[in-house]
């Protein structure tokens, strides 16, 4: 139990472990801008009295047990990463010195762990697990990001989109890269996509024109407000009725920012007003046929938007447009590449997958654009087109990749491949052949291969 959950109690033998300074007591942290002479001067608590609080608690606890066992890390400058033994055992060696305390000092012979990553036999268990990925509505789907996942390690895969372990980083107070990212999102959808007309393929789109971009763009405070209501909602989780609070602070500058960004967006898209908006922020589940076999893999997909565009040589097409506040990553030296797990062709894999489960989701046959905003550069550079590279004598040379069936049938081979190999008994989930993927892993301690 925990030092709090010890109050009130009496025990006849303590067996208290950790007793290294800044562990008991915890190094006290107080994020105040009141200096110490008003806390007094108010009665307000000061910076020192957590530590006060937990001195009372560690000798109240002890005071009526019979045997007292206090275990410490005596490792010069190791133990526990403090430093030394916990301030409460000098007090009490000097308390209660002559005999009434007696010191055991052991050393203990420890092996370093191997560094080898294990693989992830697929017993019957994992099996059934993996079949739940093939049973209509059981709400376990595989998705860009998992398959992502499996060309960087498959074990990784395994422990995180298999077996559900969680490693994002803990929430910040701030808000991070990935949650201005999502406020970016939600206000673009809201700006072009009104009620009724959201999360759903729109079998009349919504025509964009240049006036209509034009009367956003000089509603600044409409699209300031629509900013702090997404802040609201998505960072300070705040209810409904308070989403119109205002924001201060980092939040204030970081809300200018992103609409800045909105902006930029707009005026990039009134560059090729007059286009059509067939959906936002569409979702839905294809069942994949498994190749060999008569199973079908549930795979979801996610589109920030998709419109009719016409391009440069004239012929609307439909395009996935995916919403980047980071780079691009649509560049593969070949097909193969593209799941080959790097970083820079990570996001051409998600663009090609969502076009074929959105062709097979409408039982329809379109040759689609694949565009990434990058929008922290949109104006400038313009959308980013993915690029193919083609072997030459001495080098690659890379070409536009406009439309999605220009290397299609190839990649759709590898995919079926891929997924084949997830479901095959015989092949198990190996790790990753490059220690370098693994340095900032944040499962590796599950696989045997921990370099932090």
């Known amino acids: 139990m925990g030092l709090l959950e010890t109050r009130a109690l009496d025990f006849e033998h303590l067996v208290i472990l950790s007793m290294n300074d800044k562990i008991m007591p915890r190094k006290a942290s107080g994020r105040t801008f009141i200096p110490d002479s008003l806390r007094h001067g108010f009665g307000l608590p000061y910076s020192n009295y957590r530590e006060d609080l937990f001195s009372y608690y560690f000798y109240r606890m002890i005071s009526r047990a019979k045997e007292v066992t206090l275990i410490h890390d005596a490792r010069a400058g190791e133990g526990m990463r403090s430093g030394g033994m916990s301030r409460y055992l000098m007090q ?5 010195g002559g005999g009434r305390m007696h010191y055991e000092n052991h050393k203990f012979l420890l092996n370093p762990p191997e560094n080898e990553a294990r693989p992830v036999e697929k017993s019957d268990m994992v099996m059934r697990q993996l079949e739940e990925f093939t049973v209509r509505d059981s709400k376990r789907n595989l998705s860009a990001s998992a398959l992502r996942n499996y060309f960087q390690c498959q074990v990784k895969f395994y422990y995180e989109n298999v077996q559900g372990i969680k490693s ?5 107070e701030y808000i991070d ?3 201005l990212g999502n406020i970016y999102h939600e206000v673009m959808f809201h700006l072009y996509f009104p009620e009724g007309s959201r999360n759903v393929y729109l079998d009349k789109p919504i025509l964009v024109t240049e006036g209509m971009i034009d009367a956003l763009l000089a509603d600044r405070e409409g699209l300031m407000r629509m900013v702090v209501r997404a802040i609201n909602r998505l960072h300070f989780h705040r209810m409904a009725s308070d989403l119109d609070a205002p924001v201060d602070g980092a939040a204030e500058i970081v809300a200018g920012h992103i609409a800045d960004l909105v902006c930029d967006t707009l005026r990039y898209d009134r560059r090729l007003a007059p286009f059509r908006l067939l959906g936002g922020e569409i979702s839905g589940i294809v069942e994949w046929p498994l190749r060999g076999s008569d199973r079908r893999v549930n795979i979801k997909y996610a589109i920030d938007r998709l419109d009719i565009v016409k391009g440069a040589d004239g012929v609307e097409r439909h395009r996935i447009v995916d919403y980047k506040t980071g780079d691009a990553h649509v ?3 070949s097909v193969d590449a593209i799941f080959g797990g790097e970083m820079s062709s990570k996001n051409l894999f998600q663009l090609m997958l969502y076009a074929n489960l959105m062709n097979r989701d409408r039982g329809s ?8 905003y990058q929008v922290s550069d949109i104006l400038r550079s313009g959308e980013v087109v993915p690029q193919i590279g083609i072997p030459g004598d001495k080098r690659i040379t890379y070409k536009p990749l406009y439309v999605h069936k220009d290397i299609n049938e190839e990649f759709l081979e590898t995919t079926d ?3 084949a190999d997830i479901f095959d008994r015989e092949k198990p989930f ?17 696989c045997g291969r921990n370099l932090s």
């Open 177 to 179: 890269a990935i949650e």
């Open 365 to 372: 046959d379109e040759s689609v654009r694949l565009s990434i």
């Open 331 to 333: 560049k593969a030296s």
């Open 168 to 172: 994002d980083p803990e929430n910040s």
């Open 430 to 446: 190996l790790p990753a052949d490059d220690d370098e993927s693994c340095r900032y892993c944040r499962i590796s301690h599950l």
């Open 417 to 419: 491949n891929i997924l």
């Open 92 to 96: 009490l060696r000097y308390l209660y």
